[in-house]
């Protein structure tokens, strides 16, 4: 059965564009267009889409709007479009918190009748988030303002248990870590905020996010999260030393690896290889990782398509370190955990409600 989407842009040309591109596929079929927020949300409620194509910016209702309406009345997955300008990027991180399941950048040139590479991307994408879960709910901060947590006190509260894995089940490895590295792709905005929000102040080892995200985003992305979060959350830059109570997201469209010891870690950011997929990429800031930190490295693989990352966990695995993946049931695309887990590295799967408790224990 055909894939239905919806399309919702202001611009005609965007909507004959997208219309081409997905009609040339034959298990997509695009059942409607849509040229603002207030239309968008009548025609989710009568066509009932797979998927829904929505532009953060439209006149009459934009699509943070929309989307917040469009998630009650009906299940579409929805893949926002958005351009590449810092502002965007803010609104396009709101809507993934208000359901959104990922987002696509959009210009004219990627449009362009030449760009063989975007159609065969946006139609493997749509492809991909109609079989994603929509999970909207978000923990929500426990205070309007930073405040010191004592690492001591791990989060309390009912929790549920993990499909192969629990709380109870977590060996102590306190003692061999220096660096908690973490990796994620679609889904992952959602779910680094419930991870980071419950984790205190004075969390004693650093933090590393490799998140699939273009530049501007990460700016964006790490902005958000030290507004939300006790821990200090940067973008990353060259020549930063690793230190506890920090968190580093690797900035979109480059590299971040590893220099130093141990000890007297530093961060690098690189260009990145044009052979490689993903920029930034799990399996390169992971391989780094295991041979600067050699196995005292707790790497976290969560949500998010394809495999990125099983080659730089078998790497910190071959070197004893540990990894933990976010179980099927609360992945929005269980993908990358998946096949860290099929290659058997995974130490243990985790619901991503229980990853902060687990972390905090290991204080």
């Not at 991870?195 to 992305?221: C, D, E, K, S, W």
Request: with cysteine.
């Amino acid at each position: 059965m055909a894939i239905k989407v919806l399309i919702v842009d202001d611009s005609q040309f965007f909507c004959r564009r997208v219309g081409s591109v997905l009609h040339a596929a034959s298990d997509i079929e695009v059942i409607g267009v849509a040229n603002n927020g207030r239309e968008a949300i009548e025609k989710a409620q009568q066509l009932k889409p797979d998927v829904i194509t929505l532009d953060v910016e439209m006149p009459i209702m934009d699509g943070v709007t929309a989307l917040k309406q469009i998630v009650k009345v009906c299940d579409a997955k929805v893949l926002m479009l958005s351009s590449l300008t810092y502002e965007n990027a803010k609104i396009t991180l709101d809507a993934l918190e208000a359901g959104a399941t990922d987002f696509l950048l959009k210009s004219y040139e990627s449009l362009s009748s030449e760009n063989t590479d975007f159609t065969a991307h946006l139609q493997q994408r749509i492809r991909e988030i109609a079989g994603a879960r929509t999970i909207k709910k978000v923990v929500q901060p426990a205070a309007d303002t930073k405040t010191r947590a004592d690492v001591s006190k791990p989060a309390t509260g009912k929790v549920s248990r993990a499909k192969s894995g629990s709380l109870k089940d977590i060996p102590s490895i306190r003692n061999k870590i220096k660096v908690v590295a973490i990796g994620a792709s679609t889904g992952g905005p959602v779910a680094l905020q419930k991870v980071l929000i419950n984790l205190p102040a004075n969390f004693p080892y650093p933090i590393t996010i490799t998140q699939h995200m273009p530049g501007t985003f990460t700016g964006a992305f790490a902005t958000r999260l030290n507004s939300l979060c006790n821990l200090n959350i940067l973008e990353a830059q060259d020549g930063m030393s690793l230190e506890k109570g920090n968190v580093y997201v690797a900035p979109g469209g480059k590299q971040m690896v590893f220099s130093g010891t141990s000890a007297v870690p530093k961060v690098r950011i690189r260009p990145t290889d044009p052979r490689l997929q993903f920029s930034p990429s799990v399996d390169v800031t992971f391989g780094s990782a295991s041979k600067v930190f050699g196995g005292d490295i707790l790497a976290v693989v969560l949500t998010g398509m394809g495999s990125d990352g099983t080659e730089g966990c078998r790497l910190i695995k071959s070197n004893g370190g540990a990894i933990w993946v976010q179980n099927e049931a609360t992945c929005v695309v269980y993908g990358m955990p998946m096949s860290v887990t099929k290659a058997g590295l995974s130490d243990i799967e985790l619901p991503i409600e229980q990853f902060a408790e687990a972390l905090i224990k290991q204080g």
